[in-house]
T-cell receptor, first 113, second 110 residues
């Protein structure tokens, strides 16, 4: 079955530690995205990538980093520079930016204690 | 500055009636619009979309209307069912990004 997989579903980290969230897709999609959702709020774009080895900052990229070494994978690192890292993180992929339809993973809830 | 806005954070509707969810956008470069449904602690799932060259798209109980001159789109669900209770996000595609509104929580009462 084709799909997009995020792992882990729940993640706990101590303040000041970097943490990497995994996102893998086997849909052969070119574009991949990372969004953040806070309670009662919409989805805010962190980073996106339209092609391997290229990525662009979204609206709230500060304190985050990404890589796109393979088409299937788009990991997100939440660094210690991110002031409020506790949130629900969603990864998505789409075949074509023009069509825009994106498929989402199940999300990772990151809690920093 | 929010480019996609959903001004109603919540909506309550009786089962069997029509649900109308609204969305406004400011960027005239957006060329494709989508609606997503989301349950708590899950990723959003795609519902329906519309290209900027159309003004209506229908799929079963779901219809999306686009008014380009007003930069407004709406999602109609009829008849509404209790299983439709979720948060609905509108999204706009353009300039390599997919921009989401803040969401509207729909509650369909039996």
């Amino acid at each position: 079955d084709g799909g997009i997989t995020q792992s882990p579903k729940y993640l706990f980290r101590k303040e000041g530690q970097n943490v990497t969230l995994s996102c893998e897709q086997n849909l052969n999609h070119d574009a991949m995205y990372w969004y953040r959702q806070d309670p009662g709020q919409g989805l805010r774009l962190i980073y996106y990538s339209q092609i391997v080895n290229d990525f662009q900052k979204g609206d709230i990229a500060e304190g985050y980093s990404v890589s796109r070494e393979k088409k299937e994978s788009f990991p997100l690192t939440v660094t210690s520079a991110q002031k409020n890292p506790t949130a629900f993180y969603l990864c998505a992929s789409s075949r074509d930016r023009v069509l825009g339809e994106a498929f989402f993973g199940q999300g990772t809830r990151l809690t920093v204690v | 500055d929010q480019q996609v806005k959903q001004n109603s954070p919540s909506l309550s509707v009786q089962e069997g009636r029509i649900s109308i969810l609204n969305c406004d956008y400011t960027n005239s470069m957006f060329d494709y619009f989508l609606w997503y449904k989301k349950y708590p602690a899950e990723g959003p799932t795609f519902l329906i979309s519309i290209s900027s060259i159309k003004d209506k798209n229908e799929d079963g109980r779901f219809t999306v209307f686009l008014n380009k001159s007003a930069k407004h789109l709406s999602l109609h669900i009829v008849p509404s069912q209790p299983g439709d209770s979720a948060v609905y996000f509108c999204a706009a595609s353009g300039a390599d990004m997919l921009t989401f509104g803040g969401g509207t929580r729909l509650m369909v009462k039996p």
